[in-house]
């Protein structure tokens, strides 16, 4: 897994800056971009053989693409959902016991992996997807830089992912 880890890390200081742009042109929210941003990077994780990738900076925008047409996807199939129906028929009132329980599993995976992360990279993490605080905010508040704040995403993200698939510690 360290081929991925490599690659990632040295995409990442090369291009990330370029794919965000290419993200905030293509979507909707600044927020959007910078997940797409974070998605992108995080399926690049996931290839099965990145030693292999000729051209890692066109397999990285490939793969960005594929990220933002299923952004836009999701957006469509979200608008067509709360125009069609009624949002409070469309909420579960009563989603299941099975249901309930794997998210409560999901949720105490994730809880224990973000509680192994580094102090700073917990307090970003935190910031970001629990309050939703965008990453310039993050850094002015705990006096970082902004890529500093996107490693840090990018690490406790990494590491949820690792849990999820039921990996080591990140």
Known sequence: MSGAH???????????????????????????????????????????????????????????????????????????????ADPEAAACPDPGVERLLAARQELALLARAIRRLPRRCQQVFILSRLHGLPNGEI?????????????HIMRALIGCAEARRGGGAP
């Open 139 to 151: 850094a002015a508040q705990l006096g970082i830089s902004r890529n500093m704040v996107e490693k």
């Open 6 to 84: 490599d690659l990632v890390g040295r995409l990442h200081a090369s291009e990330g800056s370029r794919l965000l742009r290419f993200f905030r042109a293509t979507l909707r929210s600044p927020q959007d971009a910078a997940d797409a941003t974070q998605e992108t990077f995080l399926r690049l994780m996931g290839a099965p053989r990145p030693e292999a990738i000729a051209n890692p900076q066109a397999y990285l925008f490939a793969v960005a693409r594929s990220v933002a047409i299923a952004i836009d996807r999701r957006a469509a199939r979200d608008r067509a959902l709360f125009t069609d």
